[in-house]
């Protein structure tokens, strides 16, 4: 039986901090590290990134957030393997490459094309949320498969150092090390089931270590500031335990792995993957003290015959604005600058929205607790068709500064591009993915694995 | 008293629909939950925010609940006009539940 491998989660977001990535590749004891830096909208905007400039399109932040990391991979022999390609995985490739190179460190860069499916889409395919034909949705700027681990095993079978990809699935970032690394076979569903759930419990890093958890006399978290990021430490049976670098920031207990176990599913019976379709319910957690949680259990069921895509379109303008109000009847004058606002708006803009922000803007609602805060924040916005008319929400919020009420300050305004976003099912023959190699020790630029 | 007090709550987006998990302190008050904590509870305690379905999971083996709430972000995180697209501070809505103790 194959020795247990290690693989820790280094970025849950485009934005995420960067030193917790370091810290997990100098002292993790790891054999992989994944980096998911691509939310759904993401991709979207780097599309229209990478039509203005071939060589853009992927994450902005990939030379700030490697620099310091490669040498620390290098040096411990960890390989990496992230989404940061996003729009663009082949000049991310280049440029990983060419960093390296910069840096004086021999590592090869493997990157897997194909999730651009945007040539696929036909009025057969329906959007998921309306039913509606994709072809009619509006100003489409992007369409991308979520990738699985079928997908990213040829590029892990190169040897690469770093994998890159684009769109892919987040488990399946954990996913595909873990089989490689044990042999499981594409149909080996209830292991295969139990590597969701690890990569599902890696994927937003500091939210299984936490992050996203701490409420003061409730849920106490030491060392937020210095939130240390999550490794597995997995077996071949597919269990596993999950836990962080000690001596840095944050925790990991039942509690904190339950909240991620759960986070975005909707059926826990039912996770469905471009891997397999995976049962969290029969999933077992227990504490073994010092941060450290074993997990095991799940089952899984065949993958669908479908990948899903995320399809960015051009939503429309959004308009913002927001004034305070502050002091002995800070309510009502801000109550008023809203109702002043709204006899502006309605008519020609009747889809903005007008919030108090310290009363209810975040939930709609005070849910009754009808409290007479010290502040309040008046909170204008409108998703509108044209740009003029974002503008004018902002512009009418400002007016108040001389038109409105007493005491009016702190004037915000924007108008930015919405990028909206659907989803669709495509049959999984409509999607080919590719493997370029480029080595920082290879003359030649690249060199292609074609149709792996 | 509230959620709150017994319990705690992650709240997540898929599209426009708000995934809330709600997870006992105690797991002997997981039965409580389940009897309270109804989907069509749910759905009236959120009745300004969830305009569609509300469905509940069990997940005995933790245990916790988990809802999905249809149709509760406002279109979505990319073209919400709220203060909070993801809907990430719905957990605490969800918290601010009355429940009476057994």
């Known amino acids: ?452 | 008293m509230k959620l709150h007090d017994i319990a705690h709550a992650r709240a997540g987006d898929k599209g426009n629909t708000s995934t809330l998990s709600l997870i006992p302190y105690k797991p002997q008050d997981y039965a409580l939950l389940c009897r309270e904590i109804t989907a069509e509870r749910v759905k009236a305690h959120l009745a300004g925010i969830v305009v569609g379905k509300v469905t509940r999971f069990e997940c005995p083996n933790l245990p916790a609940l988990t809802f999905t709430c249809e149709g509760a972000l406002l279109g979505g995180v990319t073209v919400s006009p709220g203060l909070d697209p993801h809907g990430k501070s719905l957990s605490f809505a969800l918290l601010e539940m009355r429940v009476e103790s057994d």
């Open chain 1, 1 to 452: 039986m194959k020795r247990s491998m290690r693989i820790g989660c280094g970025a849950g977001f485009q934005g995420d901090r960067f030193e917790p990535a370091v810290v997990l590749a100098s002292q993790g004891g790891l054999d992989w590290l994944m980096l998911e830096c691509l939310a759904e909208r993401t991709i979207a905007l780097a599309t229209l990134q990478r039509v203005r400039d071939p060589e853009a399109g992927y994450d902005p932040l990939l030379d700030r957030r490697l620099r310091t990391l490669l040498p620390q991979l290098k040096k411990n022999g960890v390989r990496l393997i992230t989404n940061m390609g996003a729009a663009n995985p082949l000049a991310a490739g280049r440029r990983v490459a060419a960093l390296a190179r910069e840096l004086g460190l021999d590592m090869q860069v493997a990157v897997v094309s194909g999730d651009e499916v945007s040539r696929h889409l036909h009025p057969g395919i329906a959007v998921m949320e309306t039913g509606a034909p994709v072809t009619e949705v509006p100003d489409i700027v992007s369409a991308n498969a979520y990738l699985g681990a079928e997908s990213l095993l040829p590029a892990i079978q190169t040897g690469a150092d770093i994998i890159i990809g684009g769109r892919i699935a987040d488990p399946s970032l954990a996913v595909a090390p873990i089989m490689h690394h044990f042999g499981w076979r594409l149909d080996d569903w209830d292991l295969l089931a139990r590597a969701t759930v690890i990569g599902h419990l890696l994927e937003c890093a500091g939210q299984v270590t936490g992050g996203y958890f701490a409420d003061p006399g409730k849920k106490d978290v030491p060392g937020l500031a210095h939130l240390g990021f999550p490794f597995a430490a997995v077996d071949a049976d597919g269990s596993a335990f999950i836990s962080k670098v000690p001596g840095s920031g944050g925790l990991v207990t039942l509690a904190t792995v339950k909240e991620q176990l759960l986070y975005e599913v909707t059926d826990p019976a039912a996770y469905i993957t471009p891997d397999v379709v995976a049962d969290f319910t029969g999933v077992r957690l227990t504490d073994l003290g010092g941060d450290r949680v074993h997990v095991t259990g799940g089952r899984g069921l065949p993958r669908t015959p479908t990948y899903k895509a995320s399809i960015g379109y051009r939503a429309g303008w959004l308009g913002e604005g927001e004034i305070s109000y502050a002091g002995a009847n800070a309510r009502a004058r801000a109550e008023l600058a809203a109702a002043v606002l709204r006899e502006r708006l309605e008519d020609e803009l009747p889809q903005v929205r007008y919030d108090l922000i310290g009363i209810n803007a975040a939930h709609r609602s005070d849910f009754g607790a009808n409290i007479e805060p010290y502040e309040v924040r008046v909170r204008v916005a409108g998703l509108c068709v044209t740009r003029a008319e974002a503008e004018r929400i902002g512009w009418e919020l400002e007016s108040l500064g001389t038109n409105g009420p007493a005491g009016g300050g702190g004037f915000r305004r924007s108008a930015t591009e919405r990028i909206g976003v659907v989803s669709a099912l495509l049959p999984r023959n409509l999607v080919h993915t590719d493997v370029t190699v480029f080595g920082a020790h290879i003359d030649a630029d690249s060199q292609t694995l074609a149709d792996i």
